[in-house]
Protein backbone atom coordinates (compact mmCIF):
# COMPACT_ATOMS: atom_id res chain seq x y z
CA UNK A 1 0.00 0.00 0.00
CA UNK A 2 2.62 2.46 0.92
CA UNK A 3 5.03 2.08 -1.81
CA UNK A 4 1.81 1.16 -4.65
CA UNK A 5 -1.35 3.00 -3.69
CA UNK A 6 -0.20 6.13 -2.03
CA UNK A 7 1.34 7.40 -4.31
CA UNK A 8 -0.69 6.36 -7.15
CA UNK A 9 -3.54 8.39 -4.78
CA UNK A 10 -1.27 11.52 -4.13
CA UNK A 11 -0.58 11.52 -8.24
CA UNK A 12 -4.07 11.11 -9.52
CA UNK A 13 -5.31 13.03 -6.92
CA UNK A 14 -2.75 16.09 -7.82
CA UNK A 15 -4.04 15.55 -11.56
CA UNK A 16 -7.53 15.58 -10.87
CA UNK A 17 -7.13 19.26 -8.83
CA UNK A 18 -4.50 20.22 -11.82
CA UNK A 19 -7.50 19.15 -14.49
CA UNK A 20 -10.38 20.60 -12.63
CA UNK A 21 -8.48 24.01 -12.63
CA UNK A 22 -6.95 23.83 -16.36
CA UNK A 23 -10.54 23.93 -16.67
CA UNK A 24 -12.55 26.42 -14.70
CA UNK A 25 -9.30 28.68 -14.03
CA UNK A 26 -10.17 32.13 -14.86
CA UNK A 27 -7.94 35.28 -14.81
CA UNK A 28 -11.00 37.65 -14.37
CA UNK A 29 -11.47 37.91 -10.78
CA UNK A 30 -14.91 39.23 -12.12
CA UNK A 31 -15.87 36.02 -14.21
CA UNK A 32 -17.04 32.87 -12.28
CA UNK A 33 -14.29 29.79 -12.02
CA UNK A 34 -11.22 29.58 -10.16
CA UNK A 35 -8.75 32.40 -9.68
CA UNK A 36 -5.24 31.56 -8.77
CA UNK A 37 -3.67 34.58 -7.18
CA UNK A 38 -0.03 35.18 -7.87
CA UNK A 39 2.58 35.46 -5.46
CA UNK A 40 2.11 38.96 -5.09
CA UNK A 41 -1.66 39.09 -4.67
CA UNK A 42 -1.15 36.38 -1.96
CA UNK A 43 1.35 38.39 -0.05
CA UNK A 44 -1.33 41.32 -0.40
CA UNK A 45 -4.02 39.25 1.18
CA UNK A 46 -1.69 37.78 4.02
CA UNK A 47 -0.76 41.31 4.94
CA UNK A 48 -4.34 42.35 4.93
CA UNK A 49 -5.16 39.30 7.04
CA UNK A 50 -2.32 40.25 9.56
CA UNK A 51 -2.97 37.08 11.73
CA UNK A 52 -6.51 37.48 12.64
CA UNK A 53 -7.29 34.10 11.97
CA UNK A 54 -5.02 33.24 14.70
CA UNK A 55 -5.71 36.06 16.87
CA UNK A 56 -9.42 33.84 16.16
CA UNK A 57 -8.31 30.71 17.05
CA UNK A 58 -6.32 31.69 20.51
CA UNK A 59 -9.74 33.02 21.84
CA UNK A 60 -11.29 29.45 21.09
CA UNK A 61 -8.03 27.67 23.05
CA UNK A 62 -6.35 27.07 26.18
CA UNK A 63 -2.97 28.37 26.83
CA UNK A 64 -1.31 25.37 25.28
CA UNK A 65 -3.53 25.71 21.85
CA UNK A 66 -2.44 29.15 22.04
CA UNK A 67 1.44 28.29 21.78
CA UNK A 68 0.44 25.66 18.79
CA UNK A 69 -1.16 27.83 17.00
CA UNK A 70 2.10 29.54 16.91
CA UNK A 71 4.14 26.69 16.26
CA UNK A 72 2.16 25.51 13.85
CA UNK A 73 2.15 29.21 12.29
CA UNK A 74 5.91 29.42 12.10
CA UNK A 75 6.38 26.01 11.07
CA UNK A 76 3.82 26.64 8.05
CA UNK A 77 6.19 29.47 6.91
CA UNK A 78 9.33 27.68 7.40
CA UNK A 79 7.91 24.71 4.99
CA UNK A 80 6.47 27.87 2.67
CA UNK A 81 9.81 29.43 2.21
CA UNK A 82 11.73 25.79 1.65
CA UNK A 83 9.25 24.41 -0.73
CA UNK A 84 8.14 27.34 -3.31
CA UNK A 85 5.46 26.94 -6.06
CA UNK A 86 6.96 24.22 -8.66
CA UNK A 87 9.34 22.73 -6.25
CA UNK A 88 7.60 19.80 -5.67
CA UNK A 89 7.84 16.47 -7.50
CA UNK A 90 4.28 15.77 -7.61
CA UNK A 91 3.97 19.19 -9.67
CA UNK A 92 5.78 17.56 -12.69
CA UNK A 93 3.74 14.87 -13.26
CA UNK A 94 2.61 13.34 -16.31
CA UNK A 95 -0.90 13.65 -16.11
CA UNK A 96 -1.43 12.57 -19.58
CA UNK A 97 -0.73 8.58 -17.65
CA UNK A 98 -4.20 9.23 -16.00
CA UNK A 99 -6.10 10.08 -18.76
CA UNK A 100 -8.17 6.14 -19.35
CA UNK A 101 -8.69 6.42 -15.58
CA UNK A 102 -10.94 9.81 -15.68
CA UNK A 103 -12.51 8.35 -19.06
CA UNK A 104 -13.90 5.58 -17.09
CA UNK A 105 -15.86 8.20 -14.98
CA UNK A 106 -16.89 10.42 -17.60
CA UNK A 107 -20.05 11.53 -18.42
CA UNK A 108 -21.62 9.41 -20.80
CA UNK A 109 -19.90 6.07 -19.52
CA UNK A 110 -21.24 3.37 -17.67
CA UNK A 111 -19.17 4.71 -14.55
CA UNK A 112 -20.52 7.96 -14.23
CA UNK A 113 -22.20 8.81 -10.62
CA UNK A 114 -21.85 5.40 -9.77
CA UNK A 115 -21.36 4.89 -5.76
CA UNK A 116 -20.10 1.40 -6.30
CA UNK A 117 -17.58 1.15 -8.70
CA UNK A 118 -16.78 -2.86 -9.02
Given at each position: ???????Y??????C??????????????????????????A??L?K?E?????????????????K?????T??????????PLG??????????????????????????????R?
Amino acid sequence: IVNDFIPYQKAINFCNDKRLVDKYKVTDKSKPGIYVMNPTEAGVLQKAEGGATNNWIKTKVDATGDKMVDQFTAEAAALVKANPLGSDPLEKTDCSAFAADFAKFAKGTALYKKKSRK
